[in-house]
């Protein structure tokens, strides 16, 4: 039976629907993949520095339209304008990295000589890839995800959230614009049902989720079934650990300035605020203060002291009920904690403290500006604190003493970790982490040693 997809451009700060798209028929899935297998057998063959190239160019095209590409996504999913240029010029610092340094990052490497041979580690393509993307990061979570796999000489299929279908479009406008032949990156609006499809088609050598646990434990199921590399990168409910700090009030105003980035809606953000009971009173009083300023806005009027709606009525939904749960937990709202009565998805900034540890919403992602705190006794009190969760991609430390933060932050179970800093994001260093968080490594020279052939090669004297 034929499905179609649900793609629509939908306003958050509205609700308003303002376009639909169609999706694919299950009849293409087979068209798509052999498209992508034939467009694999002849961009394998160019040279790296051929391919990079027209990744460069790429970079160019997403610095030549940083303007329209920012207002796209701000229309789609709600971020504010101001930060959706940025995440449009990382997009281009992403793929011009790869662009840069991919030669660089796949060459060989000689790993044994002897009288009669040499052997090298080789890394080559290993064909069609599919990419499910997030409607977080609309360009982000591409860039990542496809830069490295262009460069090496994968092709790619992308699937993006059904909420970003314009976003999807500009990217693949960008591709063609580029010089990249048809086939070698394909946009499709898929459904559930046809993405399974795709996995388990032999042709598709791997697969990459940036998502949610529940999504990343679907995708890993099928591609284990079907024998498919996967990357998964899931969810997190990042500690942000303050131990001292000589300033409370600059200590809140970063915290406060980490947690609210995209509306609080990225999955390494600092969910948990664990700070020592010396300073806790004050920090909580200071959190109130500055999440108590903010006012609903237009995300594209970029209005001080405004907030952004979240991406979705679902998205609404769902930390609503969150918050819900918390309070009947035990939990204590100091301020927000409920929605604006106004059109749109718009969610109040809510500092919330006292969810009791071993509780079921304890364990949970609050994906939206919900600032979570935790008193912590002691340094262990802290750490217990800090692990104790099913997640483990990002956490941060704080305390006057670098020391003190340094033997803090190694015991720190999470694929990133900051002391005195939260951890770097930029092309060069890699991004992912371990437990429910998912596993393996985007972005920097490890990039691209996921979907790579790591094939020994000997050669006799």
């Known amino acids: 039976m034929t499905t179609s997809a649900a793609f629509k451009t939908i306003n958050p700060a509205t609700g308003e629907v303002l376009k639909e798209y169609p999706g694919i028929s299950d009849q293409d899935v087979d068209t798509i993949a052999e498209k992508s297998r034939q467009a694999f057998d002849s961009w394998r063959k160019l040279s790296i520095a051929e391919r990079a190239a027209k990744v460069s ?13 920012a207002a796209i996504m701000t229309k789609e999913m709600g971020k504010p304008l101001a930060e959706a240029r940025e995440e449009t010029e990382f ?16 060459a060989d490497q000689k790993v044994n000589e002897d009288d009669d041979t040499i052997s090298y580690i080789q890394r080559r ?142 999955c390494n953000s600092n969910k948990r605020m664990i700070v020592m009971n010396d300073i806790y009173d004050d920090f909580v009083k200071e959190m ?32 609503m009920k969150q918050l819900e749960q918390a309070k009947q937990a035990g939990a204590k709202i100091h301020t927000g904690g409920e929605r604006e009565d106004r059109p749109g998805f718009f969610v109040q900034p809510t500092v919330i403290t006292d969810i009791p540890q071993g509780s079921d919403v304890y364990y949970e992602e609050f994906f939206g500006p919900v600032i979570n705190i935790f008193k912590a006794e002691s340094d262990e009190d802290a750490l217990q604190l800090a692990n104790d969760t099913q997640y483990g991609l990002g956490s941060a430390v704080f305390a006057t003493d670098q020391e003190r933060a340094q033997a803090f932050a190694e015991q720190l179970e999470a694929g990133m970790v900051g002391t005195n ?23 920097g020279p490890v990039g691209m040693d996921e979907f790579v052939n790591k094939r020994l090669m000997t050669v006799k004297k």
């Not at 160019?60 to 940083?66: G, K, P, R, Y």
């Open 125 to 266: 393509p290993v064909g069609p890839l599919l990419g499910i993307m997030p409607w977080n990061f609309p360009y982000y979570q591409i860039a990542r995800f496809a830069a490295p796999n262009l460069v090496l000489g994968n092709t790619i299929i992308l699937k993006h959230a059904e909420s970003c279908p314009e976003s999807a479009l500009a990217v693949q406008r960008m591709m063609d614009e580029a010089g990249i032949p048809e086939g070698v990156y394909q946009n499709i609006f898929a459904t559930h049902e046809q993405i399974s499809a795709f996995i388990a088609h032999p042709i598709i050598q791997g697969v990459s989720l940036t998502g949610s646990e529940r999504a990343g434990a679907a995708i890993a199921e099928q591609a284990g079934k079907h024998l498919k590399k996967a990357v998964l990168e899931l969810g997190g409910s990042d500690p942000y650990v303050i131990l001292s700090t000589d300033d409370v009030k600059a200590a809140a105003q970063q915290a406060f300035e980490v947690r609210m980035e995209n509306t609080g809606q990225a």
């Open 288 to 319: 109130t203060a500055l999440a108590s300023e903010l006012k609903p806005a237009d995300p594209t009027e970029e209005a001080e002291n405004g907030y952004s709606p979240l991406s979705s009525e679902k998205a609404a939904e769902t930390l």
């Open 57 to 69: 160019t790429l970079a160019d095209l997403f610095e030549q339209n940083v303007e329209e590409l």
């Open 91 to 106: 997009s281009a610092e992403i793929f011009r990295y790869y662009a840069t340094n991919g030669e660089k990052l796949a």
């Open 421 to 443: 800093t939260s951890p770097e994001e930029s092309a060069e260093v890699p991004f992912g982490g371990v437990k429910r968080s998912g596993y393996g490594r985007e972005l």
